[in-house]
């Protein structure tokens, strides 16, 4: 029972509880979405290069306002950026939904829909992220930052699982699904209102670009931060390739439909919620970085089973193996990175995190290319090396890492507090 409390200590506090609702709900509309273009530009044109377009706007859009929505974050009150973006990605699914039910929907279309979300999203959720350490004391935010992870696990969970089950049971169609996950923007915008505006930071006099230049340097010259980011970057690249490649995998080596990629992703929700229930009061405490390495090994060596699966019931188990990973890496790297973070560069470094998933849209295409030329399966199998060596490399970085000291004005000074360990 300790350790219950332990893993959901945060939801105790009730402005952190509508927070973490309305950002799951709106992270489950995001998720289904993301899924799903993918998917419907591969049907459109049976090419992997053209599943790595239609994504690519969101990494597009989230790249280029992220940066300033940290330093917006960092200086103005959270509540009305949320809310406004909020707004703004509702009308964006419910919009796409209807140019797809009209038969209307094109690849360019569906990369301008995405490059419009990704830009909602680059303003929203440095604001949204940020905000959590504003809601809850400081000894809870390593949990809270946690919890906000889970939430986004509980959306991979229910985005592709609804969307699964109305594809192949009841025969719906990408447009159907948008336009009904739109509804969920229902209520995360209530949700919003009902949390307190929380005063803004101290008014800056420097331009936006200063203080960008000022999260830079920062994050360069933190050890930590700077190493933790670069290997979340590799986590969410490497995990997104997945995403990318396995409609085209499923259609060009198992003879099976496209639409069955919400399938696995639906399995890939599953094992990551299933991995985090236990984990979310560890990411404080002694262990977080040995299974910080575990866990992406573990996402590294799915990857391969994957790439190697010779029937889809197989590819179905190595998919879980690989969301499993995949969703502990990130569980934990992110609050070990924001407890080493100093609470006035919150909103930056929660922007530059941010970045890294705008990256993976980016650098989509290139998996198609890489498939285009020598097949899924040699794409996804270099895909998993690089996840492997990367976890490897870690080990030795975090034994050096141990013997610098902690800077004690951030959450690390007191550790025990977040343990769990009693």
Not at 67 to 87: C, E, M, N, Q, W
Request: include cysteine; aromatic fraction near 10%.
């Amino acid at each position: 029972m300790n350790r219950l409390r332990a893993n959901f200590a945060a939801l105790a506090v009730r402005e952190f509880r509508f927070q973490w609702l309305a950002s799951t709900l709106g992270t489950t509309a995001f998720m289904t979405r993301f899924v799903l273009v993918p998917i419907i530009a591969f049907e459109l044109t049976e090419s992997y290069v053209a599943s790595g377009l239609a994504a690519m706007g969101n990494g597009v859009g989230t790249l280029i306002l992220t940066s300033y929505g940290g330093v917006i974050a960092d200086r103005f009150s959270k509540k009305p950026t949320v809310l406004i973006s909020h707004i703004a990605e509702g009308l964006v699914i419910a919009g796409s939904g209807i140019l797809i039910v009209t038969d209307l929907i094109t690849v360019p279309l569906l990369f301008i829909s995405t490059l419009i979300g990704g830009s909602a999203f680059a303003l929203t959720g440095p604001a949204r992220q940020s905000w959590v350490a504003e809601l809850v004391p400081q000894d809870l935010i390593p949990n809270a930052i946690a919890l906000q992870q889970m939430g986004v696990n509980v959306a991979q969970v229910l985005g592709p699982t609804v969307a699964s089950i109305a594809v192949l049971a009841f025969d719906a169609d990408a447009g159907a699904i948008y336009l009904s996950v739109s509804l969920l923007f229902l209520f995360v915008i209530p949700f919003t209102l009902l949390i307190p505006r929380t005063p803004p930071a101290v008014g800056s006099r420097r331009s936006p670009g200063r203080d960008l230049l000022d999260g830079f340097l920062y994050v360069r010259g933190d050890a930590r931060v700077r190493i933790l980011l670069t290997f979340l970057l590799l986590i969410v690249i490497c995990g997104f390739a997945f995403q990318v490649l396995i409609p085209g995998i499923l259609f060009n080596e198992f003879d099976r439909s496209a639409d069955e990629a919400v399938a696995v992703n639906a399995v890939l929700g599953v094992a990551a919620l299933a991995i985090n229930l236990p984990l979310a009061g560890l990411v404080g405490g002694r262990f977080a970085w040995p299974l910080l390495i575990a866990a992406s090994s573990l996402m590294g060596a799915g990857l391969w089973l994957v790439a190697w699966a010779p029937f889809f019931g197989l590819l179905l188990v190595f998919s879980a193996l690989t969301g499993a990973g995949r969703s502990a890496a990130l569980l934990i790297n992110q609050p070990i990175m924001m407890a080493n973070v100093r609470p006035e560069f919150y909103g930056r470094v929660t922007a530059f995190i941010l970045m890294t998933f705008a990256l993976q849209s980016v650098i989509a295409p290139v998996w198609g290319v890489a498939a285009d030329a020598i097949g899924g399966r040699e794409t996804l199998f270099v895909v998993g090396a690089i996840m492997l060596a990367a976890a490897l490399l870690l080990l030795p970085v975090w034994l050096r890492l141990r013997q610098l000291p902690d800077d004690e004005s951030n959450a690390t000074a007191e550790p025990s507090q977040v343990d769990g360990d009693e």
